[in-house]
T-cell receptor, first 113, second 109 residues
Framework: KAGVTQTPRYLIKTRGQQVTLSCSPI?????VSWYQQTPGQGLQFLFE???????NKGNFPGRFSGRQFSNSRSEMNVSTLELGDSALYLC????????????FGPGTRLTVL | GIQVEQSPPDLILQEGANSTLRCNFS?????LQWFHQNPWGQLINLFY???GTKQNGRLSATTVATERYSLLYISSSQTTDSGVYFC???????????FGKGTTLSVSS
C-alpha cells in the first residue's frame, strides 16, 4: 500500500498571502488529521476530518481551516499568513476507530517571509 | 489537559550502546505511539502500544498503563538511529495525538 502523500513538499509565501496544502491518505483510511510542528511549540494538533466532516479541532485561530473530499483526500488552508505560521505541517491518516494507529506523511515545510 | 513528558531530552551514545527512553503521561490513555522523526521531518511509526510489550528487531517497547509510563529500548545502537524520538498519546474520548517534546538521540561511530 502506498503511504500518506503530501503536496507540495516545500512552500515559500509572504505575509498576508494564503496557502493550501494537500494530503492523500493511505487507501482505505477515512480519517485525516493535520498537525503543526514548530521549534517553539513542538507538535500540535490542528484538526481531524472523517467522512468529509470535521470531527475534532485543536486550539488554532480561524485562519486555519480544512476540508475533506469524498475520496478522503484532505486540504488545509491558512489565510492571511503570519511569520509565526512558518512550520512543518504534517498530515496523518488512520482507519475508522478513534484509537487506531496514525500514519504520517512526509510533511510540507512552509516558510513565511 | 494531559501532560506527556519525555526523558531524557538529549542522549549521546557510542555505536553499539544500549539506551532507554521514557515517556510519562498524566492521565489514562487509549492509544500510545512511538515515532522516530527522520532528518527530513517525516514521522516513522515504531510502535503502537497502549499497553504491554512489543519488539521489532533491535527496538522494543513496554507500556505500563496503570502506572502511566512507557519505555522505548534501543539495543546495539547504530548511527542511523540518530534523530528525535517522540511519544504521543490519545486520551479520554479524543482522537488527537498529544505529543511529548521528544528525545534527541545522537549516535556516533
Amino acid at each position: 500500500k502506498a503511504g500518506v502523500t503530501q503536496t507540495p513538499r516545500y512552500l515559500i509565501k509572504t505575509r498576508g498571502q494564503q496557502v493550501t496544502l494537500s494530503c492523500s491518505p493511505i487507501s482505505g483510511h477515512r480519517s485525516v488529521s493535520w498537525y503543526q510542528q514548530t521549534p517553539g511549540q513542538g507538535l500540535q494538533f490542528l484538526f481531524e476530518y472523517f467522512s468529509e466532516t470535521q470531527r475534532n479541532k485543536g486550539n488554532f485561530p480561524g485562519r486555519f481551516s480544512g476540508r475533506q473530499f469524498s475520496n478522503s483526500r484532505s486540504e488545509m488552508n491558512v489565510s492571511t499568513l503570519e511569520l509565526g505560521d512558518s512550520a512543518l505541517y504534517l498530515c496523518a491518516s488512520k482507519e475508522v476507530s478513534s484509537y487506531n494507529e496514525q500514519f504520517f506523511g512526509p510533511g510540507t515545510r512552509l516558510t513565511v517571509l | 489537559g494531559i501532560q506527556v513528558e519525555q526523558s531524557p531530552p538529549d542522549l549521546i551514545l557510542q555505536e553499539g550502546a544500549n539506551s532507554t527512553l521514557r515517556c510519562n503521561f498524566s492521565d489514562s490513555v487509549n492509544n500510545l505511539q512511538w515515532f522516530h522523526q527522520n532528518p527530513w521531518g517525516q514521522l516513522i511509526n515504531l510502535f503502537y502500544i497502549p499497553s504491554g510489550t512489543k519488539q521489532n528487531g533491535r527496538l522494543s517497547a513496554t507500556t505500563v498503563a496503570t502506572e502511566r509510563y512507557s519505555l522505548l529500548y534501543i539495543s546495539s545502537s547504530q548511527t542511523t538511529d540518530s534523530g528525535v524520538y517522540f511519544c504521543a498519546v490519545v486520551y479520554q474520548a479524543g482522537t488527537a495525538l498529544i505529543f511529548g517534546k521528544g528525545t534527541t538521540l545522537s549516535v556516533s561511530s
